[in-house]
């Protein structure tokens, strides 16, 4: 089962495959630090948020449609997590925290399926409103309160690998069998495709479109508590810029915007090698902006690579 | 002047043009007429540069045009209205009219405005018509002023080659005489005006020769005043009837689905009509004459305003295709590239799509089972190659059509059947297989409603045929009463409506 689905990587899947794998090889010759255990591990976890942002971007980008609301929802959520711990047990912010997730998710959804409107203007729109309303709940940066915050989740170990990159080991064969082996998430697939033809065939379009975004909204939201677990400290200012990496994982991972296109697994190779990029630039020293530009180029070429010839 | 030699085009398999050749020289009237899939659009498309022949040249005084390049059409002066209206809606009049030709001052880059609305204003008037603001939002017009816009845009220059794809589809007569008399006088003046219809009267009226195609091909060329509606009627649909449908022995049930006074004005009002399980009943009508809106209505994808829907005697609410779907009403779209398959996913996909549940449990899909029912299924009606997972895209236009019957048949409780155009864009050898499949759901005991605009598939498979005309039900004619001529003259509203239920 596994060689028939590698025969089916394309040039563009095998191409980048191989440019990774060159970078981790030169990476490595170059930097005694690169294949270290602490090294691994740090990438491990850097790759957690963009990870989780991504899967969720992917089931959004599936329908043919886009999320550009995701960075307020990881701030708000880190804030919500953090600073209602002042209120309340920790495991209960955190809980208003998802479900702050869940309600801008539907939210999107319900603008865009009900009403028709483009999910770029909808989504466009939830990010600006929602960045001022999350600095009117907190100006200042929010810390936790409870120890076990930081310790249970961003900063806990289970053996050699951190807590949060195992709880995003844990989502990426939940998401895929979603997509892969559920009713719902064959939906999803189909409907990005043409929705017309999936309306007909009697599928509620509409639930599936609210779902997508509302995933997309929770699992942001997840990511923000991760974050601020691990960090220690939920600013009013995180996020920003974070809707296009978790974009650009998934184009690079051979994401369609528009529909159509795109796998759990290219998402996943989309964020290491974002990750790894990021990781070996800074071993070198080099400059935040050259990681921005290159980031931009890599995007670039990564649709270049996949386009269908006219 | 326009000389079209064995030119021959396919697409995905399935010919569209063979062989096709006609002569037409400066200053006539050409009407090329045929039944819908004759491969009228595509020797217009082939015309106006949209495509390129797969063989075969068209030559325009000795020079090879069927370049596939529209611009180049333009420049040598081949005008085309389309079937579909190409405007852009939120543009004024006078900017479609003057689509890339605005007007402007003495520097290059600065457009006139004033000067392209009078320009655009001096060729409706020249046209003949008044009361078109020529500044005014083309969205804002009727569906007829838009048409009379688009035949304007065409007229700007002088063309020597008119094209009009089916122009008169959307116009009144009083339009229509007004269209005729700037043909007559464009050809006076030396243009070759290309008339595509299957409008007899206007052809009579209007051409000088006329040139008829079949299933792709060329099949009868005369001079308009040498032969009678008759010889072009045959001339499009003859064809021989027995070996093609299946001789029907239909054992008729109880009343299946009972329609009662559905309407949802303007696309149609007050529709009854009856199906009994085991029978096929016929909608036909000319374009314009609302059955799509009908079923679509009656399958919830549009529902109608008024009116009342029974299935098996039971009043059933239908405001979405799910709702139709559940009270066991399956829809074959007229256009499976746009609302009948999702062409990038797979064959597999795509079959399951409507049935979902059959292979699921708490959401979850089997996948061996769905590929095992589809696949079973599709075995059955005969798709080859079996590539489950190859995108449905690959597949040829017959094998499509068949892949979105199968999704309909793994429809479990199904009662009503309602194809729209089932035989669209598919080759012959498919078109018997599909009739075959329609003939083993009856006597299996669905209720067909079989709409089309193929008069020998109606007039060869149903029982009995609703003839639609304007949003209305015209007359509805048993077996017994079948005739191309009567179905047709009740189509084009030559002949008084009788309603006999």
């Known amino acids: 089962m596994l060689f028939s689905r590698l025969r089916r990587l394309s040039a563009p899947d095998i191409g980048f495959t191989v440019a990774i794998l060159i970078l981790v090889l030169v990476a490595s010759i170059a930097s005694d630090v690169f294949l270290s255990e602490r090294n691994l591990v740090s990438i491990s976890r850097q790759l957690v948020t963009n990870g989780l942002l991504s899967l969720g971007m992917l089931l959004v980008i599936l329908t043919g449609g886009i999320d550009l609301s995701v960075g307020p929802v990881v701030a708000f959520s880190g804030l919500l997590a953090t600073g209602l711990q002042a209120h309340m047990p920790f495991p209960a912010a955190i809980a208003v925290a998802l479900a702050m997730g869940l309600a801008v998710g539907i939210f999107n959804g319900f603008m865009i399926a009900r009403f028709n409107l483009q999910p770029f203007i909808v989504t466009l729109a939830t990010m600006g409103s929602l960045r001022g309303l999350l600095y009117v709940y907190s100006e200042t940066p929010q810390y936790p309160v409870d120890p076990l915050f930081r310790g249970l989740l961003g900063g806990g170990f289970i053996g050699p690998l951190p807590v949060p990159s195992l709880i995003f080991l844990c989502i990426i064969p939940l998401v895929w069998f979603y997509l892969n082996h559920t009713v719902s998430g064959r939906a999803v697939y189909a409907l990005g495709v043409n929705s017309e033809a999936v309306r007909l065939a009697g599928v509620n379009v509409r639930r599936h479109l609210i779902g997508a975004y509302a995933a997309c909204g929770f699992l942001a939201a997840f990511a923000g508590v991760v974050l601020a677990s691990r960090l220690g400290i939920a600013q009013p200012s995180v996020g920003i810029g974070y809707e296009l990496d978790a974009i650009a994982a998934v184009v690079i991972g051979g994401g369609i915007l528009g529909g159509g296109g795109g796998t759990v697994l290219g998402v996943v190779g989309g964020v290491l090698a974002l990750a790894l990029v990021d990781n070996v630039l800074n071993l070198f020293n080099v400059e935040s902006y050259y990681q921005q530009f290159l980031k931009g180029i890599i995007i670039l070429v990564a649709v270049l690579a996949r386009r269908k010839k006219a | ?501």
């Open chain 2, 1 to 501: 002047m326009l000389n079209v030699v064995h030119v021959s085009k396919s697409f995905d398999g399935t010919a569209a043009l063979r062989d096709v050749s006609v002569r037409a020289e400066a200053g006539q009237v050409l009407a090329i007429c045929g039944e819908n899939g004759a491969g009228k659009t595509t020797l217009m498309k082939i015309l106006s540069g949209a495509i390129k022949p797969d063989e075969g040249e068209i030559l325009l005084n000795d020079v090879n045009v069927a370049v596939g390049n529209p611009r180049r059409a333009i420049e040598l002066g081949i005008h085309t209205v389309h079937q579909e209206l190409s405007l852009l809606p939120h543009l004024s009049v006078a900017e479609n009219i003057l689509l890339g030709k605005w007007l402007h001052r003495k520097t290059n880059w600065i457009v006139d405005w004033k000067a392209t609305e009078q320009r655009a204003a001096e060729v409706i008037r020249d046209f003949g018509f008044e009361g078109v603001d020529v500044s005014s939002r083309v969205s804002k017009l009727s569906i007829s002023k838009q048409q009379l816009v688009e035949i304007a845009k065409a007229l700007v220059g002088r063309p020597k080659i008119l094209i009009l794809d089916e122009p008169s589809a959307v116009l009144s007569v009083h339009e229509t005489q007004k269209l005729f008399r700037k043909i007559r006088e464009l050809s006076a003046s030396g243009t070759l005006v290309v008339y595509i219809s299957h409008r007899l009267d206007e052809i009579f009226d209007i051409s000088d020769n006329v040139f008829v195609l079949k299933d792709g091909a060329g099949v009868l060329f005369s001079a308009t005043a040498s032969v009678d509606r008759d010889t072009v009627i045959k001339a499009m649909v003859g064809r021989s009837l027995d070996a093609i449908y299946p001789v029907r022995q239909p054992r008729m049930g109880e009343v299946a689905l009972d329609i009662r006074h559905l309407s949802r004005r303007p696309a149609f009002d007050d529709i009854s009509f009856t199906i009994r399980a085991g029978e096929i009943v016929g909608m036909f009508g000319l374009v314009g004459s609302g059955r799509t809106e009908v079923a679509r209505a009656i399958f919830g994808a549009e529902p109608a305003s008024t009116g009342e829907i029974l299935v098996s005697d039971e009043k059933v609410l239908i405001a979405t295709p799910a709702d139709a779907i559940a009270s066991g009403i399956a829809f074959v779209t007229e256009d499976r590239k746009r609302d009948g398959l999702a062409l990038d996913c797979s064959v597999v996909e795509n079959g399951g799509l409507a049935a979902m549940e059959r292979f699921a449990a708490y959401g979850v899909l089997n996948l061996a089972r769905r590929s095992s029912v589809v696949g079973t299924k599709l075995d059955e009606l005969q798709v080859r190659p079996r590539g489950l997972s190859r995108p449905v895209r690959q597949l040829s236009g017959g094998n499509q059509q068949k892949v979105v019957l199968a999704k309909w048949m793994l429809v479990e409780d199904t009662r009503v059947f309602i194809f729209d155009e089932p035989t669209r864009g598919v080759d012959i050898a498919t078109k018997v297989q599909i009739y075959r499949i329609l003939e083993n759901l009856a006597k299996a005991g669905q209720a067909i409603l079989l709409i089309s605009s193929e008069m020998p598939e109606v007039l060869g498979l149903c029982d009995r045929l609703i003839i639609m005309r304007a949003g209305r039900i015209a007359v509805v004619l048993d077996r017994d009463d079948f005739s191309m001529e009567t179905v047709f003259a009740h189509a084009a509203g030559i002949v008084a409506d009788r309603t006999m239920a």
